[in-house]
């Protein structure tokens, strides 16, 4: 029976360092699946549509779009989007501690809920400080993006 892995986030844009995150995943796992989902709690610049089709460039450019699928979900709790699927392990990548403390709580309440485990990823060193937050400001500002993110997406953002 495969393990499936379940790698979720808004992705608003994607960065490099999801990337790595994913590219790392489909190493351990035998499917990946590489959910957008909406959060409430986050004021989306990018509409569902464009985060996923960025994604899936980003995962060509990659070489990984035979390794993973994307899958959005904006409906729902996002173990039920793993019970679905048959996935039992949610992959989420860490840049720091601000990171753990923020999806502990999350990770306690999904294997409460669904009895899916969480297997965290520390980042890579390079992208470390690279937030989509960031990608977004710097963008804005007119700031070079295109060493943090997928190309499709430097000149998404830059167009």
Known sequence: MPTIAVVPGSFDPVTLGHIDVIRRATKVFDEVHVLIVHNPDKDALLPMNERVRLMEEAL??????????????????????????????LVKGIRSQIDVAYETPMVIMNRSLADIETVFLLTDPQHAHVSSSLV?????????????VPKGVATFLTA
């Open 60 to 89: 060509e450019e990659a070489g990984l779009s035979n390794k993973a699928t994307v899958a959005s979900y904006s409906v729902g709790l996002l173990v039920d989007y793993c019970t679905d699927v048959g996935a039992k392990v």
């Open 136 to 148: 977004r400001e710097v963008a804005a500002l007119g700031g070079d993006v295109s060493p943090y």
